[in-house]
């Protein structure tokens, strides 16, 4: 038996936000056992929290969709910390836990809530006339609706799109056969003045997950690529409101590094047979 958590992520009112599922102790795990439990539990990401090999490391965690592992996630590195936390992990620093992934090391600041530091992009820049054909086709709105897009990929695969406002996020009706192994994240501003001053949605129907609820890895790929030109340097992300959650993302820049941080709750802890 192994320890095991579902934390809840990006909301502070409990099953409102993305839940991950975390196994503590996972050494001796193979990739088809992970694989295996992953799918049977069908949430967007399930986690496995192994011994560093990197000596600056506090932790290593392995992370799997329903469909494949992925090098780098944000809703499972925030809740995989929450969990090591909880359950008794010392940092090597009392502010900072350092996680290392499939990306490198990932540092987890501690503060009101965990923020990570979004990892550099693997790819970047406009997206061609193809591949933007596919997403408004997938989307179903007209390439014109499309203010701007950008690759944002920090290890998932997301490609950004820009939508005249938050309305229009929310108006989305995809055809999810369409996005044809695209991982395409979507956002728009609320008007000034409000609790968000964006909406977020991220479709992801390759990896098993239709709609994503709430998304660190986009959203931080989104704020390296609009924060200071088209979005404030921090503001709050809302996400999940089609699918009835209500995700809160705090994005802030500081320095060059994005910080993408959420409040993370346990709601199932017990152990799991693998």
Known sequence: MRGFRQVDVFSAEPLLGNPVAVVHDADGLDDAQMARFARWTNLSETTFLLTPTDPAADYRLRIWTPGRELPFAGHPTLGSAHAWLEAGGAPRSADVVVQECGAGLVPVRR?????????P???????????????????????????????????????????????AVLACRPDLGAFDGLKVGVV???PDGGEAAVEVRAFCPGLGVPE???????????????????????????????????????????????????????????????
């Open 111 to 119: 503060g009101e809530r965990l923020a990570f530091a979004g990892p």
């Open 121 to 167: 992009l693997v790819r970047s820049g406009p997206v061609d006339a193809g591949d933007l054909g596919r997403v408004a086709r997938a989307l179903r709105v007209d390439e014109q609706a499309i203010v701007d897009a950008a690759w944002v990929d920090n290890g998932p695969g997301w490609l950004g799109v820009l939508l005249a406002d938050a309305a």
């Open 188 to 190: 728009g501003r609320y």
């Open 212 to 274: 994503d609820p709430v998304t660190g890895s986009l959203n931080a790929g989104l704020a390296q690529w609009l924060a200071g030109s088209r979005l404030p340097t921090s503001y709050v992300a809302s996400q999940g409101t089609a699918i009835g959650r209500r995700g809160r993302v705090h994005v802030s820049v500081a320095d060059g590094a994005v910080w993408v941080g959420g409040d993370t709750l346990t709601t199932i802890a017990g152990t799991v047979a693998l």
